[in-house]
């Protein structure tokens, strides 16, 4: 019996047919996945809110803590609220979670976190983000009862160049904020990423809050600068308000 043959428009269908196949069984696995995915970024954004606060998120051995801790940990202390960025008043009804895309680029609305400790509030804390040199960066700071002092600041969810930008990760780079005097009477202070390391002088300003560089890095620093100096200042009235100035 004579091999029978195909033509080039056969081969054609046969190879439509294939990609069509695999592009829905693609398009089908990434559904599937979806609430998984997005559950577990949920899951690391509040880690992340916690570890801001200076929650216990790892164990004795260094090991982050798992899912269940971390829901605990959050549900327990953690309370989600809005503001009000020109009159700095909390809005009772809303939480973060239900602002809208385009509220949330109007910037009228701004998301916060408050630290419940004994039924007080013990700690704010509110997402920062902004460019850095390849991507934008996303994080929490976290401010003292009296809105004065860093808690924390982290940062999680990024681009930047591993090993360069991306050690805004690090722990050295994060702890460098913690205990600083951010807030003022007169307002916020700047912060201020230097060059690479800091002198003595410049760590020392009582008008500033000067922190080492990474080394490469210097446009995701001066990056992390800028957007780290523009959203405080977006909480300034509700600074003020809780302060009562």
Known sequence: ?????????????YAAGVCVA????LAAAAAGLRPRQERM?????RFNVLKAFGAPVTDAAGRRIGSDRIE?????????????AQTGQIIADRTPGGLSPAEQAAGRLLPLYEWIENNRVE????????????STIYGYLAL????????GLTFYKHG??????GEIESEWFQSQFRG???????????????KGAASEAERTDPNRVVVDGISGATLTGRGVMEFLNADIRRYAAFIRSRRGG
Request: proline residues 7%; charged residues 25%; neutral net charge.
């Open 123 to 134: 700690r704010y804390a509110f997402p920062v983000s902004g460019k850095g040199l390849w």
């Open 72 to 84: 605990q940990l959050y549900s327990t202390h953690v309370r989600e609220r809005v503001v009000n």
């Open 160 to 165: 930047e160049t591993p090993g360069l930008g």
């Open 144 to 151: 003292d009862g009296a809105l004065e002092n860093v808690v």
């Open 41 to 45: 970024a949920e899951l690391d954004r």
């Open 180 to 194: 600083r005097r951010l807030i003022v009477p007169e307002g916020p202070l700047p912060i201020v990423i230097a």
């Open 1 to 13: 019996m004579a091999e029978r043959k195909h033509g080039d428009v056969y081969t054609v269908l």
């Open 22 to 25: 695999c592009s829905l069984a």
